[in-house]
């Protein structure tokens, strides 16, 4: 989509759209009303302007909507295609990571009582799995801390997926 197709969309499709980065409805609000932006970077800095300010229970809402680590990826939605991209590299996971993720994950989910959020995109599985054993010692407030930033990481990376750049290639000088 380009960013002034996003600028004049119908609010309505304008919130579907920013729903797929973050389901964060006051958040959502913010940046559909925050239109028309003059340039991807501009959005982008207002969307993690108001991220920045998001507390466990904007953590909470959000996490309806992610899947697993490592789980396999259902759906047709454009939020499952996003976690699809994302987590493109745990197709190639060795076996054991793929195992060691899955119990990590049910280690995480019954000491925080959430699914386990990291921005997969970039990521091996290696990393991953490493992360989610580190921040399993992590106390319940940073990890909450520490998994609203992830989720701020995932919104601002979808955001910059979705939204065209709006740079044009400079004309030659002649």
């Known amino acids: 989509m380009e960013l002034d197709e996003f600028n004049a969309a119908d609010p309505?499709?304008?919130?579907?759209?920013?729903?797929?980065?973050?389901?964060?409805?006051g958040w959502v609000d913010a940046v559909v009303a925050g239109r028309p932006y003059a340039s991807v970077d501009a959005l982008g800095a207002y969307a993690g302007a108001l991220a920045s300010?998001?507390?466990?229970?904007?953590?909470?809402?959000?996490?309806?909507h992610h899947p697993r680590i490592?789980?396999?990826?259902?759906?047709?939605?454009?939020?499952a295609a996003a976690s699809r991209r994302e987590q493109a590299s745990m197709a190639g996971a060795p076996d054991e990571v793929a195992?060691?993720?899955?119990?990590?994950?049910?280690?995480y989910e019954e000491r925080f009582g959430r699914v386990f959020l990291i921005r997969a995109a970039g990521r091996t599985p290696s990393e991953m799995l490493a992360e989610l054993q580190r921040r399993l010692g992590n106390a319940p407030?940073?990890?909450?801390?520490?998994?609203?930033?992830?989720?701020a990481e995932i919104a601002?990376?979808?955001l910059r997926t979705t939204i065209a750049s709006d740079t044009a290639a400079p004309e030659e000088a002649e």
């Open 70 to 79: 490592g789980a396999r990826v259902t759906g047709t939605a454009a939020e």
């Open 53 to 64: 300010t998001w507390a466990p229970a904007d953590l909470e809402a959000a996490l309806a």
């Open 156 to 158: 601002l990376l979808r």
């Open 12 to 25: 309505n499709e304008a919130a579907t759209v920013v729903r797929v980065w973050a389901d964060v409805p």
């Open 141 to 151: 407030d940073v990890e909450a801390a520490e998994a609203t930033a992830q989720l």
């Open 99 to 107: 195992a060691a993720l899955a119990a990590g994950n049910a280690a």
